[in-house]
């Protein structure tokens, strides 16, 4: 069975630049999830979708950050303008049955 | 807001040796769940554990679901190398909809020098 699919890897911007970030889940996986974590910390929820609707996005600062999962299926997380404190891995994961797995992660650095 | 209190922060182990840490907090969930991330990757599912007093074995790893439902601990038997990493708890609340996936600081797993 494929695993959660995150591309790019590694992303370095500059400050004020925008950046997106793709997400394509395990097939059938109603739950996707965005997770930012920074060096050294536990993954931080940012927003949680169920098929293409928003369950949770509390913790999404909503003035720089959107994201979208047009077809519920793959999903794009995207940051304009970037700061230098959202360097950090941006983790997706997606699942079923309580069961939740993640992708490999983007590592974003903000120069 | 909710927060999972996980320790040790970090601990060596010496090839052979037990480990256990654990993961507190001061919410109830109805699921926990244990993972490992290795440098530059993403977390991986260990153990999943849905009912209060679980135990849950996963080869070498045993973790049970506290009778409180308010902590849960993860044990690791015969450490080796490749054991180390960082481990994280994560819990959950599931309700009516998915709820809300949060997680542990992490517990950093070396080799003793």
């Known amino acids: 069975e494929a695993g959660v699919a995150q591309s790019p890897r590694y992303k370095i911007i500059e400050k004020r630049q925008s950046v997106a970030f793709w997400c394509n889940p395990i097939s059938g996986h109603a739950t996707l999830y965005w997770y930012q974590q920074i060096l050294g910390q536990g993954p931080k929820l940012l927003i949680q979708f169920q098929n293409n609707g928003v369950v949770d996005d509390s913790q999404l600062p909503k003035d720089r950050f959107s994201a979208e999962r047009l077809k519920g299926v793959d999903s794009t997380l995207k940051i304009q303008p970037a700061k230098l404190e959202d360097s950090a891995v941006y983790l997706c994961?997606?699942?079923?049955?309580?069961?939740?797995?993640f992708g490999q992660g983007t590592r974003l650095t903000v120069v | 807001g909710q927060q999972l209190n996980q320790s040790p922060q970090s601990m060596f182990i010496q090839e052979g040796e037990d480990v256990s840490m654990n993961c507190t907090s001061s919410?109830?969930?109805?699921?926990w769940l244990w993972y490992k991330q290795d440098p530059g990757e993403g977390p991986v599912l260990l153990i999943a554990l849905y009912k209060a007093g679980e135990l849950t074995s996963n080869g070498r790893l045993t973790a049970q679901f506290g009778i409180t439902r308010k902590d849960s601990f993860l044990n690791i038997s015969a450490s080796i190398p490749s054991d180390v990493g960082i481990y994280f708890c994560?819990?959950?609340?599931?309700?009516?909809?998915?709820?809300?996936?949060?997680f542990g600081k992490g517990t950093k797993l070396s080799v003793k020098p």
């Open positions: 994560a819990a959950m609340n599931y309700g009516g909809s998915q709820g809300n996936l949060i």
């Open positions: 919410s109830i969930f109805n699921t």
């Open positions: 994961a997606s699942g079923q049955t309580l069961r939740y797995f």
